[in-house]
């Protein structure tokens, strides 16, 4: 499980995040949900450590991660697909994936699972990460998020600018990752009905405080389409 307590956050002077605590238990699909510039992307930059963490605790399996700098949280099984991909372009899309293994031992060859869990990437592996389209990148960002065989993948609105069909695709992809292979996923997201399909678990975040939270399944009941609606 991931814990997250008193967890707060500046830019400059503006409080960014207040006090958010938040739990991600193993082995589930837990969405965080929030409008616009709510803070969402600096809570997961925070738990990824790419920015400090002002004052508060996250905790990974018992262990305090909060002052780890991010290479350290990724071999404990921390993995991150930003949100806007950041895929490189000019490299082909295998060296995309190895890219994402350059902490791993043997990093020269994509595993098959990779590509069994996204045979479009398999089919492009010799293009450009660049000439690939926004879906296809998507998968490929967090092809190479899993290139780290991660127990924790946290990934930042997926579902931005991408057409039905692979948001259908990736929907699929992240239960399989939970159900099959015993992954735990954390999904910040604003497409509610995408959210809810996929939720164990929800959260909901407001002008940086959590301000809501429970079961997928009672998502509907409990207003939370009516709390992100902008
Ligand atoms: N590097 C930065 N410097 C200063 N302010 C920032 C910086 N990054 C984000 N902010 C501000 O912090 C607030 C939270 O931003 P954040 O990106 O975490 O929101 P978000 O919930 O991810 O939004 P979105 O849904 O648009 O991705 C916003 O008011 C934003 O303008
Ligand atoms: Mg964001």
Request: proline fraction near 4%; aromatic fraction near 6%.
């Amino acid at each position: 499980m991931l814990e997250v307590d008193s967890l707060n956050q500046f830019y400059g002077g503006s409080h960014i995040l207040r006090d958010v605590k938040m739990t991600v238990p193993d082995g589930k699909l837990t969405v965080l949900l929030g409008r616009n510039g709510v803070g969402k992307t600096t809570l997961l930059r925070c738990l990824m450590g790419v920015v400090p963490t002002k004052s508060g605790t996250i905790s990974w399996r018992g262990a305090k991660i909060s002052s780890m700098p991010t290479y350290k949280r990724v071999s404990s099984g921390l993995a991150y697909v930003p949100q806007g991909r950041d895929i490189f372009g000019r490299l082909t899309v295998e060296e995309n994936l190895l890219v994402g293994a350059a902490s791993r031992k043997a990093p020269s060859k994509v595993p098959d699972r990779i590509y069994e869990l996204f045979p479009v990437l398999k089919e492009m592996k010799g293009r450009r990460g660049g000439d690939l389209s926004g879906g296809q990148q998507q998968q490929l960002a967090i092809g190479r998020a899993l290139m780290s065989e991660p127990q924790l993948l946290i990934l930042d609105e997926p579902t931005e600018g991408i057409q039905p069909s692979i948001i259908q695709d990736i929907g699929r992809t992240l239960r399989q990752l939970v159900d099959e292979m015993g992954m735990t996923v954390l999904l910040v997201e604003q497409y509610y009905d995408f959210a809810r399909e996929l939720a164990d678990r929800y959260w909901v975040m407001s002008r940086g405080e959590i301000v809501a939270g429970g079961a997928g399944a009672d998502m509907e009941a409990q207003g939370v389409r009516e709390l992100i609606a902008v």
